[in-house]
């Protein structure tokens, strides 16, 4: 088989159509930006599948927690000129789906939204999503910064890490994040090497082998 | 109903395969073809590539993005299994560590193995360190089953004429990627050779190569590629083997036992159907055995009777012993040159684009033998925490503006470091040999049974101080490498305490040695056709056989040490029926 049989066989040549037409329509038919677990896609095994239905079945995270979630996903995260927030990335659920998929991460984060409540209150009479906005943005910059936090700041750090790193994660492997970040592969394509503008950006010899 | 019984065919194989991964894989190929009625039995379900694979598929479409969860290397990876296997336990002694991979499903580990095709050269055949044992073969011996595998299988690389490195017949190999300009380059200032990779992934056409698609680029080899573009047992061996008729499988059959008559020899296997949980037999006039190095050393152990009361194929007492995983140890960091880089697709293939062979000499050094680097890094699919090193690093550089900060942050500044220093990430990881020691082995728990009743594998293995000198010097190239091509390391440099880095035995998933070969009945338990000493109708074809791994991934010498041992097979019967 040659590459374009190798494409027919994938399905991924239509009558008609160009090779990316498949991957493209499947990016417009995903709406939701979390799989749901309700799809059993092939190659997944039986056991991989009940686990994640009973996952998404089960509710962890409290409305409290889950509205505290979602601020701090989108002032990690929040919409630009190029792309949406967090929450608009379905991150919020994301993050609920993975402390019960790696249900390490229960503990710290439900002890770190406490913690951040509790500093709050200390510090502003309310929890942190009642708090303002620059009341909220002042406790974030002491705990964003690990090399310079103050050492009492420390198990917030670590919360925030948690959280920005579950932010991040969910953010770029949605649908929206993807293309935010410019990833332009998986799709059937053919490899000749780095394109000759971006060799002679570098200062490579677009013939050699090794540039 | 509590009746127990076996159910026992009346048809007698010619042979029976026990696995399906590269080993069972290429001897079930080799005499299905030949016009042998064979049997594999395989542990897991079957898979077949082209309807199983999760390629293609983007990180949304898992809840958790590919995270390692229930699949050590993600959720689109093709291996149905890892380290732990529910209801399948092991053990280890006390002050030893070993990490068993298993891969339940057809074409075993070769669905998700990352096809990086190396052969063993002469000095790995018939060493000359004076520490590491030879093979009671040479490179010689195995080279015209390289050349056939090669046309057979597909393989791209380039003719290096390095003289341990062996060439093979090659199609055109990837260019390579940006970052990997960067690497090649600064490893030559570092003194260390880079050169070209070599997979199993076909690149181009061949005429010798049907009902297989050409590789399309997108760099997902670890997924399995549903038309076939690359190596797997199952799509590539076990079924086109089907398709002659001659070649049947049983999947989910976990076999117990081999089983022999009064005068030992072997005539089929008992096992259990892990669908049904009831017991069965099954006769073959020959038995072969490629479940993997450890399982197969388990099956032998546990195959005890009247003539091999040790375990059939173990009356030197060496089944299990020799037991030897590669040794495996990485380094990563960033390139800031790739900042703010431009994007483009460059997945290329899932196999290597370039890597380092061993170029050292180790006159010089405190550890025999030695190790190949392998490389990454770019602009990758997103996946579950591939974001992660970045706010641990973003302060390391002067930022758009020109001025530094502090690591970490929120916001649109956070948000635009993600996009700046997406595919500037680089790695490096060492793949070397590790001594083959009779001292590391595995032996059967005299306590502990499986979910199937089986007894399990106890382990004892421990890194030498050849093994920690190796890792130390990796990293010590490592760091070279990085510091000539201006990277910035990002990964804690593991140092003595951590043993460099050095990863748990059987963690590169290399293990080999159990059923080691060779001419001394009483020092090895095969002989150097891979039959065992003691039971001659019963062989061995996965990575049992290995008396000593080189630094080269063990597949294309499984390939073809197994297509070696089934064409014994083929003369050994026409010598019985001429």
């Known amino acids: 088989m040659n590459r374009r049989e190798s494409l027919k066989a994938l399905g991924l040549i239509a009558a008609g159509s160009g090779v990316l037409a498949a991957s493209s329509c499947q990016q417009e038919k995903t709406t939701a930006d979390t799989a749901t677990a309700s799809d059993k896609l092939p190659g997944v095994q039986d056991f991989e599948h009940e686990r994640n239905k009973q996952l998404q079945a089960e509710k962890f995270f409290t409305e409290h927690e889950m509205a505290t979630i979602t601020v701090l996903a989108d002032i990690i995260i929040p919409q630009d000129d190029t792309s949406g927030s967090a929450s608009e990335a379905g991150v919020p659920a994301f993050i609920e789906f993975m402390v019960k998929d790696l249900p390490e991460n229960k503990i710290p984060m439900r002890g770190g939204l406490k913690w951040l409540d509790v500093q709050c209150q200390k510090r502003y009479g309310n929890a942190f999503i009642n708090c303002k906005n620059e009341q909220q943005l002042g406790l974030i910059d002491e705990i964003a910064y690990p090399e310079t936090a103050k050492p009492e700041m420390r198990q917030g750090v670590a919360f925030f890490s948690l959280m920005r790193n579950f932010t991040a994660s969910g953010f770029f492997t949605s649908e929206m994040g993807v293309k935010d970040i410019g990833y332009a592969g998986n799709r059937p394509g053919v490899w000749n090497g780095v394109p000759p503008d971006v060799l002679q950006t570098y200062g490579f010899d677009t013939e050699a082998f090794f540039g | 109903m509590t009746d127990y019984q076996i159910k026992e065919s009346t048809e007698v194989y010619d042979a029976i395969v026990v696995g399906s991964g590269a080993g069972g894989g290429m001897a079930g190929y080799i005499l299905a073809h030949a016009g042998l009625k064979v049997l594999m039995l395989e542990a897991g379900p079957f898979f077949d590539p082209a309807k199983d694979a999760l390629q293609l598929r983007w990180p949304w479409e898992s809840p958790r993005r590919g995270a390692s969860t229930t699949r050590p290397f993600g959720d689109f990876d093709a291996a149905f299994g890892g380290w732990q296997l529910e209801g399948e336990p092991y053990t280890t ?307 758009q503006n020109g001025e530094k900060k502090v690591s970490g942050g929120y916001g649109k500044d956070l948000k635009n470091d993600y996009r700046r220093f997406y595919g500037a990430n680089v790695g490096m990881a060492g793949r070397g040999t590790a001594l083959a020691r009779k001292d590391n082995y595995c032996e059967i728990d005299p306590n502990r049974v499986d979910k199937f009743g089986i007894p399990v594998l106890r382990f004892h293995y421990k890194w030498a101080n050849e093994e920690v000198a190796q890792a130390k010097h990796m990293q010590e190239t490592f760091q070279s490498i990085m510091h000539e091509m201006g990277a910035i390391i990002t990964s804690t440099i593991p140092g003595a305490d951590t043993l460099y880095g050095l990863e748990a035995p059987g963690k590169i998933i290399h293990e080999g040695g159990t059923t080691r070969m060779g001419n001394d009945p009483k020092a090895s338990v095969l002989n150097k056709w891979g039959q065992a000493h003691d039971c001659k109708n019963l062989y061995v074809v996965d990575a049992g056989p290995f008396v000593q791994q080189g630094d080269k991934n063990l597949t294309w010498t499984i390939l073809a040490l197994s297509m070696r041992t089934a064409e014994y097979i083929l003369e050994e019967k026409k010598k019985l029926n001429g």
């Open chain 2, 93 to 399: 002694v006390g002050g030893t560590e070993f990490e068993w991979f298993r891969a339940r499903m057809l074409g075993g580990r070769t669905n998700h193995w990352g096809r990086i095709s190396l052969r063993m050269g002469p000095d790995d055949f018939q060493p000359t360190d004076g520490e590491t044992e030879a093979w009671p073969i040479t490179y010689e011996e195995v080279k015209p089953f390289y050349d056939r595998v090669d046309r057979m299988i597909g393989i791209y690389g380039t003719v290096e004429g390095i003289r341990n490195e062996p060439d093979g017949i090659f199609m055109k190999p990837p260019k390579p990627r940006l970052n990997e300009l960067f690497i090649a380059k600064g490893a030559k200032k570092a003194g260390v050779p880079v050169i070209p990779g070599r997979g199993s992934v076909l690149t181009e056409a061949s005429p010798e190569i049907k009902g297989r698609g050409t590789c399309f680029y997108c760099g997902q080899c670890g997924r399995s590629c549903k038309v076939y573009g690359d190596f797997s047992s199952s799509s590539c061996l076990v079924m086109p083997a089907m398709k002659t008729g001659n070649l049947k499988v049983i999947d989910h059959a976990m076999v117990r036992e081999v089983l022999t008559n009064d005068e030992g020899i072997a005539i089929g296997v008992s096992y259990v159907s892990t669908t049904d949980m009831q017991e069965y037999a099954v006769k073959g006039k020959t038995v072969i055995l490629g479940a993997s190095a450890c399982e197969s050393a388990r099956i032998m152990l546990n195959s005890k009777s009247k003539a091999h009361p040790g375990g059939v194929g173990n009356s030197s007492g060496l089944v299990g012993r020799y037991l030897h995983d590669s040794t495996g140890a990485s380094l990563s960091g960033f390139l800031p040159q790739l900042l703010d880089r431009k994007r483009y697709n460059e997945d290329g293939v899932g196999s290597v684009h370039i890597y380092s062979p061993w170029w050292e000499d180790n006159t010089k050094l405190t550890f025999p033998r030695g190790y190949h680097i392998e490389y990454g890094g770019g602009l990758g699919m997103p996946s579950y925490g591939f974001t992660n090193w970045v706010p641990q690093v973003n302060g390391k550089v002067a930022g």
